[in-house]
């Protein structure tokens, strides 16, 4: 039996286009390759019994911020957790910077560095919201946040001149956020991308949900169930033939677009999805802990995010030489989230989620040098390690296939990389081919756990598919 329509992949993005389609009173049948839903945003055992992980994401700076995750009540249907310290950034000399919920707070602990983090931050903080709605959308639009448009592009422009307004370590903690979009952008995207991470950090806070990931991926379902959807797991689609539907939405990598629709699709919009450009992979290195962290600096036990790296330059430096080789002591990424949410492991254990950028593609396992880095800012750490599984770059694309070379952001985020993703467009999500729409994280707004793109993807269809305007 055909529906309405079909989506294929039921990540994030395809359980929010799913939703949208299904809430508009159309019948929409959800088509997943693996036996779980969600993605990049699962969470299970892995190998050790009792303790779970999450196997992309795992803090989540947009879930309180997205306008889709609004309009839907996704804050009443999934408990978080809110730690008073959204980021630390540690430094293997010693230094830490503490990024507090509270800004003020911030700003005290950072001394000198304070009353310029203040300024940078404070005036895109109190505009949050109208700020949010401005960059989770496209940026190719008019936008009708012009205020909160000027006060950020203004601020953003600051941070692309080195040591403007801002002293050593605060620097250090907005290039830690930067940094979360791998490969070491110098320009406007990564400026903004820093900033906007950062202010979030103290507008609300990064929420780490009860459960993990997958809690948010399963209450997305339960209302596209709700909402008279149907899921079928285990199935794999590799031709557009073999799906009846007039309509389907791919949350999908372009690659794949381009393998299951091409003979849908004119040659010059193919040679587009196959050469998607790639930023850097990442592995990922899932711990269980005997002990909690030693951190050297004991606020650390409170941060639900930690950066491990040195100073903006060096991170700077470090992200741009990811894209051809690994570094040494690179920057990374961890989160602690068995110290806000007790079923995360059995009784007397932690788990630690931690990961750091490597070449698009590489095989190795970082495992090590994630332990020196961590061991660095926590004697004795290696003391504690009682379990660990390394997923390398390859082994999140085979884990998920939208993560192409490990590749969690879709593409590259440069501003081309945001702005042409794939295509240049207005209407991004729509292909050349009738009925077929792209809503992967590879389409605006892009990368993190916010639905946005496949709203948006599934907005297009309505109106240009079935002339509902939502």
Known sequence: MAYDVAVVGAGPNGLAAALTMARAGLSVRLLE??????????????????????????????ALLSPFFAEIGLAERVKFVLPKISFAHAMPAGQVGIGWRDL???VQGLGHDGPGYRRLLEPVVKRMEETAELLLHPLLRRPRELEA????????????????GTGELAAAMIAGCSAHAAGGGRGPSASGAGLFLAASAHAGGWPIPLGGSQVISDALAAMFVEAGGNIELNTEVTDRAEIPEKTVIFDSSPEALAKIAGSALPQKYLEILTRTRRGPGSCLVHYVLNAPVPWRNSDLAHAGTIHLGGTAGQIGRDERRIRTRVSAGPYAIVSQPSGFDSSRAPAGKHVLWAYTHVPNGYPGDMSETMNRQLEAVAPGFIN???????????????????????DISGGATDLRGML???????DPWRTPAKGIYLASSSTPPGPAVHGMCGYLA?????????????
């Open 33 to 62: 390759r693996n036996s779980t839903i969600g993605g990049a945003a699962r969470t299970q055992e892995l190998g050790y019994a009792g303790a779970i992980h999450d196997l992309g994401s795992a803090v989540h700076p947009m």
């Open 104 to 106: 003020e707070r911030t």
């Open 149 to 164: 448009l000027a006060v950020f592009g203004l601020r953003a422009a600051q941070l692309m001149v080195p040591g403007l």
């Open 384 to 406: 504690t390690i009682e379990h660990v599984q390394t997923t390398t770059a390859p082994g999140l694309a085979v884990q998920n296939p939208n993560l192409v070379g490990g």
């Open 420 to 426: 042409a993703r794939p295509v240049l467009s207005p």
């Open 458 to 470: 599934a907005q297009s269809a309505l109106r240009h598919e079935f002339g509902i305007s939502l």
